[in-house]
């Protein structure tokens, strides 16, 4: 092990005593689950079940939602193992709980303490394990390695300046990057940080451009679309700070009434939001109070967690959030994922900044499902059009949701790179 990694260890074995009231102290933050803060510490909060268990890891909610087409394609090919699906934040929790199928377990990630990464791995025993995320964490790879997992790096995104704060401990960066049995990284950038590290590359995986649509609940639609009559509908998905505003007073220059739905990327904004509305004398209804557009509100403000297929598929055009950090002089996002809208046949408008998104925006743009449009009050010029003629619209969202169909590939050549390090099927039959 090199010096840097053994320092390392020392390190956070001295920090562990101090762990416990850390954790409590995040947790009366409202940034820990009270219930459940045990289970950062590796003190499991339910029995593991009998016979092979794989393990999947995601920091966010992003990553883990990522992993939803893999637990699928598990239960469907290897129902004979438990799926345990780790996160870090208490909003991937909470999406999880609603998204996991039954028999699917989740727990908090364990801190990358010595002793509750023995814990952890003391009680889950996993055969196998599936990371998606760009965060390399020594303990608990490295003991996970020690112990026998078949480790999978997928899907990882890796910043030039993380890479450049690995490269200050070369020996170390090595050990862990070598300790995975297949990197998959999202994209060649990627590739070439995690090569330069020490990692044998075996191919590129970008989970977040695999799997179906988000899902919904139809009785909730069929309720909305009673609610809304004929109005076309603008959904403004994972909007940012400035942007809800912003994209209201554009959208009061088209001609025809609609119906705005904004859909923010964090729901805990809804006060701001309203606040900002209620300042320019915007009427609107908020989901949160339980309220539905009605005849005379034309503006709803949907500040639920869970729900953003329901308001696609309401959608006639879809306006995605993240992307005009530049016209509005705010912080850069750098987008979001815009094959959600796509994979459900809807026309996509979006902002430039979308560099997190940069590949799969170029690919949308070439087949002609998403225009891009320099600042929010650039909108009507595109809308317009597309809420005149229906059958434009619908032929734009099938042009992005062939494109989204070929851009999920990825899926495909993670089983490939995963199937050989699961443990053997049972014969059929004992089953």
């Known amino acids: 092990m090199s010096i840097a990694l053994i320092a390392y260890r020392l390190l956070t074995r001295l920090f562990e005593p101090l762990a416990p009231r850390l ?24 029995p593991r079940p009998a016979g092979d268990l794989v ?41 999880l709980a609603r998204r996991l199928p039954v028999g699917v377990l989740h727990q908090f990630a364990p801190i990358d303490t010595p002793g509750a990464v023995r814990a952890f791995l003391d009680h889950w ?24 997992v078949k480790l999978v790096l997928a899907s990882a995104r890796i910043t030039e300046k993380t890479a450049d704060g690995w490269r200050r401990f070369p020996a170390a960066a090595r050990e862990i990057v070598s300790a995975f049995d297949r990197v998959l ?54 909007t940012h700070d400035g942007e809800e505003i912003a994209l209201v ?5 088209l001609a025809d009434r609609l119906c705005l739905i904004l859909v923010p990327r964090h729901p805990e904004r809804s006060a701001a939001i309203a606040a900002a509305l209620q300042r320019d004398g915007y009427r609107f209804a908020l989901r949160s109070a339980g309220r539905e557009p009605d005849r005379d509100t034309d503006l709803y403000v949907a500040d639920t967690l869970g ?35 796509a994979r459900l046949g809807k026309p996509a408008v979006t902002g430039p900044d979308m560099s997190n998104w940069a590949a799969v925006t170029d690919a949308l743009v070439a087949a002609g499902g998403l225009t891009v449009v320099d600042a929010p009050w650039d909108l009507p010029a595109v809308l317009a059009p597309l809420l005149a003629d229906d059958q434009a619209a619908k032929a734009m969202g099938e042009r992005g949701r062939r494109a989204a169909a070929e851009a999920g590939s990825g899926l495909d050549r993670l089983w490939d790179a995963l199937t050989p390090l699961l443990p053997p099927a049972p014969p059929r039959g004992s089953r």
């Open 249 to 253: 007073r554009a959208l009061d220059k």
């Open 307 to 341: 729900e953003m297929g329901l308001f696609l598929r309401l959608a006639d055009v879809v306006v995605m959030g993240g992307s005009f950090s530049a016209a509005l002089e705010k912080p850069p996002v750098g987008g979001h994922n815009p094959l959600e809208p």
């Open 185 to 238: 990284p999202q994209d060649e950038a990627s590739a070439a940080r995690l090569e330069s590290l020490g990692a044998r590359i075996d191919g590129h995986v970008n989970l977040k451009l695999a799997g179906a649509a988000p899902p919904h609940d139809p009785g909730a639609f069929t309720r909305l679309s009673a609610a809304i009559g004929d109005r076309p509908v603008v959904v403004a998905a994972s």
């Open 125 to 148: 025993r996993p055969a196998a394990a599936v990371f998606v995320e760009s965060e390399l964490w020594p303990n608990l790879i490295l003991e996970a390695r020690r112990r026998g």
């Open 23 to 46: 954790l409590d102290a995040r947790a009366k933050q409202g940034k820990e689950d009270p219930a459940r803060v045990d289970e950062r510490l590796g003190i499991a909060s339910v």
């Open 55 to 95: 393990w999947l890891h995601g920091v966010s909610v992003g990553e883990t939602l990522s992993l939803l087409p893999v637990i699928e394609r598990l239960r469907d090919k290897r129902p004979d193992v438990t799926v345990l699906v780790t996160s870090g934040t208490l909003t991937s929790a909470t999406l």
